[in-house]
């Protein structure tokens, strides 16, 4: 199965079809979609190399702290929380160029097992179980990854993963509101 042409996350088919079909971009996105929209996380990839003139880990990883907080911050920031986020990526590059050779696609071609990915990619910086589980979905289900014991990993619960339309976003974001308020309710 190809890679998909676009994630239509953003609301901006370039920075769609960036996250589609740069993998480095993808995995950034992951790491900045943390208490902003899905749109405003998934287009920092593309704000960032328009910014850059590239999304290449080595560069970033190994750019000036301070200098990479800079173009985060610029406005409009890449993130709510830009000093964070900007130290995540760097990080995040940083994995990849040391244990991917700079190509996050890597994380899953060279996986053995869903163990093995599931591991991978709970391992990167700022990626925590419940993206680990969304992005094992978007491998399996859009971009035709297949490894033994995958799909003891997938969720029956919607995630982003399975998002392949504008409507299916809305719908998915939706939910979650939904699912949020009702856990709040029944806090109180």
């Known amino acids: 199965m190809p890679a998909p042409a676009l994630l239509p996350w953003t609301g901006d088919e370039e920075a769609d079809r960036l996250i589609a079909s740069d993998p480095n971009a993808l995995l950034i996105g992951f790491v900045l979609d943390q ?55 760097q990080d995040v590059c940083q994995v990849i160029v040391d244990e991917y050779d700079g190509d996050a696609s890597r994380i899953w071609t060279t996986a053995t097992t869903g163990d093995d990915l599931a591991a991978r990619l709970g391992a990167l910086p700022g990626i925590g179980p419940l993206k680990v589980t969304s992005l094992m979905v978007l491998l399996a289900r859009q971009y035709g990854v297949d490894l033994p014991g995958l799909e003891a990993h997938l969720p029956t619960h919607p995630t982003l993963g399975e998002v392949r339309t504008a409507d299916e976003l809305a719908a998915y974001q939706a939910g979650k509101r939904a699912a949020k308020a009702a856990k709040r309710a029944a806090a109180q």
């Open 35 to 89: 208490q902003v929209t899905v749109q405003k996380a998934f287009a920092g990839p593309w704000t960032l190399r328009q910014r850059l003139g590239h999304l290449d880990p080595r560069l970033i990883a190994t750019m000036d702290a301070d200098a990479f907080l800079a173009v985060c911050r610029e406005k409009p920031a890449v993130h709510r929380f830009p000093s964070t986020m900007a130290a995540r990526v």
